[in-house]
């Protein structure tokens, strides 16, 4: 199950440091998680849309995880034709409140 950790965020650009640089390796079947780390600066994210532009790997789409956690789950669906790719686009709010995007990708191998 990979999971992604937000570790920085930049309010002034939307850039997202994620544990993965922002290139996500997953495979069909396999949950993903994001998870806001510690003084990452991200007070929660608040959508993870795909890009039109690209396949759309999960099914179900990603969405909060349950309870109090600000924490994010999707999983690949596990019929996709593979090798596929998706940009998506995280939506992030900073620690004041104020609104961001930032765009990583997920390839799917196997």
Known sequence: ??????????????TLTLSDNGSTV?????IV?????????VSSI?????DTNSSDVFDPDPA?????????QGTIN???AVPAFEDY???WTDSSGNSHTYD??????Q
């Open 64 to 72: 909060p995880v349950g309870g109090n956690s600000r924490n994010w």
């Open 1 to 14: 199950m990979p999971a992604i950790t937000i570790t920085a965020s930049n309010s002034s650009t939307g």
């Open 26 to 30: 997953a495979n069909r079947g396999q």
């Open 46 to 50: 608040t959508a993870i849309n795909h």
């Open 104 to 109: 990583p990708r997920i390839s799917v191998n």
């Open 78 to 80: 596990p019929n996709l």
């Open 33 to 41: 998680t994001w998870i806001i780390g510690p003084n990452s600066g």
């Open 89 to 91: 686009y995280i939506q």
